[in-house]
Nanobody, 125 residues
């Protein structure tokens, strides 16, 4: 059974930094891509970025580029989202996800994904 588990959220002051982690397990076929998303209260889910496991290639939402960095530790099946210079607008539930088919195409749409429970980030001014 596929499990996706995020951790590392918390309450931080504006300007601070957080590292979020995502562990993926139980997959019969190693997923080729992992994505990060976030959802603020009253808003839809927003794609943050993806990482390709084999190459480490990353891509990001243009609106968020610059303060978000996705990385991985393949040996641990763990993926990271570093967020710098946090501001209150970054307060959200942060999720990671993999496609049900383990692929990369369509991951950013949020459809047909396995999701974790999310980890809450709260930024105070």
């Amino acid at each position: 059974q596929v499990q996706v588990m995020e951790s590392g959220g918390g309450s931080v002051q504006a300007g601070g930094t957080l590292r979020l982690s995502c562990e993926v397990s139980g997959y019969s076929t190693i997923p080729r891509c992992v994505g990060w998303f976030r959802q603020a209260p009253g808003e839809g889910r927003e794609w943050v970025g993806n990482i390709v496991r084999s190459s480490g290639h990353t891509e990001y939402n243009d609106a968020l580029k610059g303060r978000f960095t996705i990385s991985q530790d393949n040996a641990k099946n763990t993926f990271y989202l570093d967020v710098n210079n946090l501001n209150p607008e970054d307060s959200a539930l942060y999720y990671c996800a993999i496609r049900r088919d383990g692929g990369c195409v369509g991951l950013r749409t949020g459809k047909d994904n396995f999701w974790g429970q999310g980890t809450q980030v709260t930024v105070s001014s």
